[in-house]
């Protein structure tokens, strides 16, 4: 595989698979539970022009697959931070950047809800713990994973896969 410099020459990148075989991709629960805090077409965390979602969730929370796949790309990525890539169907990926730790490696098959890896964060001190665990409301440290959806190259709203009233929590 050649050598990527951001989320479009990754994706370019990796060869085609062949598997042919049909995957229904109905609407499904973001793969971290938390909120879209930037839509289609805004820049994601790191500046960029976006083209997908910036999601917010807890510090350390875990990220799973929303749907069964084949893990494609599993590693780092310049300042995207860690960042898995997932065929679901043919012609389609998934994109997920920002996360810390990757529990999945390339050519991993997963299924819908298994764990790919988790957000990073600081950790709070001892009064910050308390104050925030007290306070209604409030949540200890917030990340922002990027997930975009690809279809033959070319990225798609992402409001057409997932559905953020299905994520565990409403934050």
Known sequence: MRRARDLDGLADALPRTGVRSPIDLTPAA????????????????????????????????????PWDATV????????????????????????????????????????????LGDLGGPLPTGEEFLREAATEGIQIGRKTIYLEIRKSGTPLDPEDWFDPMRSETNL
């Open 72 to 115: 494609r790309y599993a590693g780092p990525l310049i300042d995207y931070g860690e960042v898995v890539v997932l065929e679901p169907a043919p012609d389609y990926l998934l994109v997920i950047a920002g996360l810390a730790q990757l529990s999945r490696g390339a050519g991993e098959a997963v299924l819908a809800g298994e764990k």
């Open 30 to 65: 973001l793969p971290v539970a938390g909120e879209v805090v930037a839509d289609f077409c805004a820049p994601d965390p790191w500046g960029r022009s976006g083209r997908g979602w910036s999601i917010a969730a807890p510090a350390f929370a875990q990220v799973t697959a």
